[in-house]
């Protein structure tokens, strides 16, 4: 049985930084994609990063230059460190992974993600 679980979130002020983790069990496909998601109350699930089997990695506009994602395949964690947040920010934060290792553009596409998190929630204040 696939499981993502997300830690690492937290209540920040604005400038600040913090790192989420999603630890991958029982997921034995060689191939992969992996992205970051995020989610306010009442909106769709926002795609910010992503990353693959192969090492590509990709962000949205709204993240790029503050969110750097990465992997450690050894230990089955991915990491997304989240730097200069801002208020806007402020969401529930998942991880998905699916085994087709393409990257969708622009980021999201959700319901092609068939294992998630229970996601860890990031609260930035002014």
């Known amino acids: 049985q696939v499981q993502l679980v997300e830690s690492g979130g937290g209540s920040v002020q604005a400038g600040g930084s913090l790192r989420l983790s999603c630890a991958v069990s029982g997921y034995t496909y060689a191939t992969y994609c992996v992205t970051w998601f995020r989610q306010v109350p009442g909106k769709g699930r926002e795609g910010v990063a992503a990353i693959d089997s192969g090492g590509l990695i990709r962000y949205s506009d709204s993240v790029q230059g503050r969110f750097t994602t990465s992997q450690d395949k050894a230990k089955k964690i991915l990491y997304l460190q989240m730097n200069s947040l801002k208020p806007e920010d402020t969401a529930m934060y998942y991880c998905?992974?699916?085994?087709?290792?393409?990257?969708?553009?622009?980021?999201?596409?959700?319901?092609?993600?068939?294992?998630w998190g229970q996601g860890t929630q990031v609260t930035v204040s002014s």
């Open positions: 998905a992974i699916r085994r087709d290792r393409v990257i969708p553009l622009p980021l999201g596409r959700s319901w092609e993600y068939p294992y």
